[in-house]
C-alpha cells in the first residue's frame, strides 16, 4: 500500500501563486506516475499534472504555462507549483499515485481557494 499525505493548498487572491507538497510512503517503489486531480464543486475530478518516475510531465491544457510539476525521488515527494491563479482554479486538489499494478492511491485532498 501507498500512503499519500498532502500539505500546502489555502486561500490566495487572483493572480497569485500558491504551493502543494505530496509525501508517499509505503510501497513507493510500486509507483509509476504522481499525479494532482482537482475537483471543483458540481465538476468531475480532472488530471491537472502528472509526472513519471522518469522525469515526464504532463499538463491539462487550461494550466499550462501557470503550473509546474516537479519531484524528488529522496523525499518521495512531489509538488505543484500553481502561478497566475484564476478563480476557475478553485477545487479540492487531491495527490494521486498510480503503481504498476491495478492499484491507484489518493491523498485526503487539500482545498484552493481563488478570490478574485
Known amino acids: 500500500q501507498v500512503q499519500l499525505v498532502e500539505s500546502g493548498g489555502g486561500l490566495v487572491q487572483a493572480g497569485g501563486s500558491l504551493g502543494l507538497s505530496c509525501v508517499a510512503s509505503?510501497?513507493?517503489?510500486?509507483?509509476?506516475?504522481m499525479g494532482w486531480y482537482r475537483q471543483a464543486p458540481g465538476k468531475q475530478r480532472e488530471l491537472v499534472a502528472a509526472?513519471?518516475?522518469?522525469?515526464?510531465?504532463s499538463y491539462v491544457d487550461s494550466v499550462k504555462g501557470r503550473f509546474t510539476i516537479s519531484r524528488d525521488n529522496a523525499k518521495n515527494t512531489v509538488y505543484l507549483h500553481m502561478n497566475s491563479l484564476k478563480s476557475e482554479d478553485t477545487a479540492v486538489y487531491y495527490c494521486?499515485?498510480?503503481?504498476?499494478?491495478?492499484?491507484?492511491?489518493w491523498g485526503q485532498g487539500t482545498q484552493v481557494t481563488v478570490s478574485s
Open positions: 509526472i513519471t518516475t522518469g522525469g515526464t510531465t
Open positions: 494521486n499515485a498510480a503503481t504498476y499494478t491495478t492499484a491507484d492511491y
Open positions: 509505503g510501497a513507493v517503489a510500486r509507483i509509476r506516475r
